[in-house]
């Protein structure tokens, strides 16, 4: 047992307000996703159902580092923070090495260099990573649709149409998870979707080019179909829905993108996204 291991103890239930606040210390210095301060999100992992979360205080009485693991399907994930002026004595390494005791995935939602290497050290590998992504609305392109291009809003007779625009945008993406219209659209709809910020893109001929589809202060999907890209269809959509946004009194929108998705990547930047960013997670190796 090192000293850092010493410090930590069990994390009391009522802990989750500072687990966000010492979760704000480290996205103020790492990025990464906004929400993950929320005590509805930090709840969700360190006070989960059958969960299990340590907590490691400073002299005086501040909340330095914790660490969680909770089930997840059929897996164990594990996540966990260290305050930025903390780092440097042990308790990043204790607090991994307490999570993989039990735990089969880590997660994190502000990957830096050295969280990168001490879990290629330990010998994970990484499985997923996406940078999450900000535009602020004070400042939109002005970028039309294609000549002939016309855009329609979210509707009943339309959700259909935009479920078959995302299953012909990513059939061919890894891990496309091919879901039906109940599957994806229980996914989409909740109280946070945002309909008139969501948009088909229709072609002169009356085909379906691509979608975006928004929640409350997210760009949820954006995607094209194969033939239509490369002609600012993508581009459009993505404007217009910012530009819905901002008159409905939004100021700035989130996104995530795949980092296995460097074109996507290159878009947003080009449409003044800036990255705030990486969550990322890794596993055991097979």
Do not use: K
């Not at 307490?98 to 990957?111: D, K, M, P, Q, R």
């Not at 945008?169 to 008139?196: C, H, I, K, N, S």
């Not at 995530?256 to 990255?275: E, I, M």
């Amino acid at each position: 047992m090192t000293d850092a291991d010493a410090l930590f103890a069990p994390l009391a239930a009522d802990a989750v307000p500072a687990v966000s606040r010492l979760a704000a210390r480290c996205l103020a210095v790492d990025g990464g996703l906004p929400l993950a301060a929320g005590e509805g999100f930090t709840g969700r992992r360190y006070a989960a159902e059958g969960g299990l979360a340590i907590g490691a205080y400073d002299q005086d009485g501040t909340l330095v580092a914790a660490a969680a693991i909770r089930p997840t399907g059929s897996t164990v994930t594990g996540t966990a923070l260290v305050d930025p002026a903390a780092r440097g004595r042990g308790l990043g390494a204790a607090a991994l090495d307490w999570c993989l005791a039990g735990a089969e995935v880590i997660e994190t939602e502000s990957l830096t260099d050295a969280a990168a290497a001490l879990f290629t050290g330990r010998g994970l590998t990484q499985t997923f990573a996406e940078d999450v992504m900000r535009h602020d609305l004070n400042t939109i392109p002005d970028i039309p649709p294609p000549d002939g291009v016309h855009l329609v809003g979210w509707a009943p007779d339309t959700v259909s149409r935009f479920h078959a625009a995302y299953r012909a945008a990513f059939a061919e993406r890894p891990g496309f998870p091919d879901w039906d219209l109940d599957q994806w659209t229980g996914w989409l709809v909740d109280d946070d979707f945002r309909p008139p910020w969501s948009l088909l893109a229709v072609g002169p001929d009356g085909d379906d080019l691509g979608f975006v589809v928004c929640g409350d202060g997210w760009l949820v999907q954006v995607g094209t179909t194969p033939a239509a890209r490369g002609q600012g269809v993508g581009a459009a959509l993505t404007v217009a829905a910012l530009r819905a946004a901002a008159a409905d009194g939004a100021s700035e929108m989130l996104l995530d993108v795949n980092v296995n998705n460097p074109g996507a990547a290159a878009l947003y930047h080009r449409l003044g996204f800036t990255t705030l960013g990486r969550r990322a997670r890794f596993a055991r190796p097979a």
